[in-house]
Nanobody
Framework: QLQLGESGGGLVQPGGSLRLACTIS????????TAWFRQAPGKQREFVAA????????IYAESVRGRFTISRDSAKRTVELQMNSLEPEDTAVYYC???????????????????WGQGTQVTVSS
């Protein structure tokens, strides 16, 4: 059974950095589309970044482009999110998600992902 688990959240000052990691087990890693979403209090869950299935280019939300970087390590079976120049508006619970079959045009749609981690809190505050 495919399982995901996030780590790396915490409290950071504005302008600081955090690195989140999502460990994936129970599936062939390179056959998955993987993504990060986030949900702030009182708001809907929103897309952050994603890797399409193996060989695809990474995709970012406009709000994080240039500040966040998604990467994948097949040996470690992890998908990581490096977050730089963090802003208070980045405060949210961050979720890792995976899908065995998703078309590129739907990659920002959280309803298309069948597998989710438990989430990790990121708080940006002075």
């Amino acid at each position: 059974q495919l399982q995901l688990g996030e780590s790396g959240g915490g409290l950071v000052q504005p302008g600081g950095s955090l690195r989140l990691a999502c460990t994936i087990s129970g599936a062939t890693f390179t056959n998955l589309a993987t993504a990060w979403f986030r949900q702030a209090p009182g708001k809907q869950r929103e897309f952050v970044a994603a890797f399409p299935r193996s060989g695809g280019r990474s995709i970012y939300a406009e709000s994080v482009r240039g500040r966040f970087t998604i990467s994948r390590d097949s040996a470690k079976r992890t998908v990581e999110l490096q977050m730089n120049s963090l802003e208070p508006e980045d405060t949210a619970v961050y979720y890792c998600a995976a899908s065995r079959s998703i078309i590129l045009s739907s990659i920002r749609n959280d309803a298309q992902y069948a597998y989710w981690g438990q989430g990790t809190q990121v708080t940006v505050s002075s």
